[in-house]
């Protein structure tokens, strides 16, 4: 049994700053002011361009085989760019933060097989050096530890 999969090169997600938008409306009932965060134009574009992506490639069959609902999933997501540093060594603060693009991905990917990605037990992030900014995820399954939290 396989207990990696591997997903490279996908398009680099746009910053979380962008991803969703907060609509605001009174409630006719009570007036209270309520807000929701739903995902903006830009993230649906990503989260298409990305399952497009997935589909052409053969990855959404591929994954629907590797992940089932009695997997427990780690999801590591690898953020190329060129541009972490600046000229002289520092890094730079308009890098973005690494776990930015988490969320709206693992979101594409799990929705593209039908899973709830709430069988995704880690998530995490780590900057690289690419010569193109791109993506790239391993999913892994992951036992269950009972006594971790003893």
């Known amino acids: 049994m396989i207990d990696r999969f591997e997903i490279l090169n996908l398009i680099y997600p746009p910053s979380e700053n962008k991803l969703y938008a907060d609509i605001t409306w009174r409630d006719k009932a009570s007036g209270e002011l309520?807000?929701?965060r739903i995902l903006s134009r830009e993230g649906e574009q990503y989260?298409?361009?990305v399952s497009a992506a997935l589909n052409a490639r053969g990855v959404t069959t591929?994954?629907?085989?590797?992940v089932s609902y009695h997997d427990t999933i780690d999801f590591m997501i690898f953020l190329k760019k060129p541009n972490w540093f600046t000229v002289d060594g520092r890094v730079h603060k308009r890098a973005g933060d690494a776990p930015s693009g988490i969320k709206v991905l693992q979101d594409t990917i799990f929705e593209a097989i039908?899973?709830?990605d709430s069988a995704c037990f880690?998530?995490?992030?780590?900057?690289i050096y690419g010569k193109e900014a791109m993506c790239s995820v391993v999913l892994?399954?992951?036992?269950?530890?009972?006594?971790f939290c003893v």
Do not use: V
């Open 114 to 116: 039908g899973i709830d």
């Open 34 to 36: 309520k807000m929701r």
């Open 122 to 127: 880690f998530s995490g992030a780590r900057k």
């Open 47 to 49: 989260k298409q361009a």
């Open 140 to 147: 892994t399954r992951s036992p269950m530890e009972e006594d």
């Open 62 to 66: 591929a994954l629907r085989e590797f």
